[in-house]
C-alpha cells in the first residue's frame, strides 16, 4: 500500500472482498469547508453539476486528498498527492482539472 502513509491522516482504509479477492477501498473524510479552504464564491454550477470550483492551497497544507460539500461525488487532491502517485508508477487515477470531463 504505496499510499498508506500518505492518506491515514484524511480518511478511512475499508476492507473489501469482490469474487474472492481482498482490497482496501479508500474514503476520504477531510471536507475542505470544515479548514476553510473553498475560495468564496468560486463554486459555480452547469445546472445540476459542480463546473468550478477554487481551493487555499495554504489551508490545504498537509492534506493530500479532501472532497466538498458542494459535491461528494469527485475527490480532489493537491500536487503532493498526484506526485506521489506518479512517483510510484500507480494506474487507475484520472488527474484533471476540468470538473465536467470524466
Do not use: W
Not at 469474487?19 to 479552504?37: R, S, V
Not at 468550478?52 to 492534506?63: M, N, R, S, Y
Amino acid at each position: 500500500m504505496a499510499l498508506k502513509d500518505l492518506l491515514n491522516s484524511c480518511g478511512e482504509f475499508l476492507p473489501c472482498t469482490h469474487q474472492g479477492a481482498k482490497f482496501y477501498l479508500f474514503n476520504p473524510l477531510t471536507i475542505a469547508e470544515d479548514l476553510d479552504a473553498v475560495v468564496s464564491g468560486s463554486a459555480t454550477r452547469n445546472g445540476n453539476l459542480l463546473s468550478a470550483i477554487a481551493f487555499d492551497k495554504e489551508k490545504l497544507e498537509g492534506v493530500p486528498v479532501f472532497r466538498t460539500r458542494e459535491t461528494y461525488v469527485s475527490i480532489y487532491c493537491t500536487e503532493v498527492f498526484k506526485r506521489k502517485v506518479q512517483s510510484e508508477n500507480l494506474g487507475g487515477l484520472l488527474f484533471s482539472d476540468n470538473l465536467t470531463h470524466y
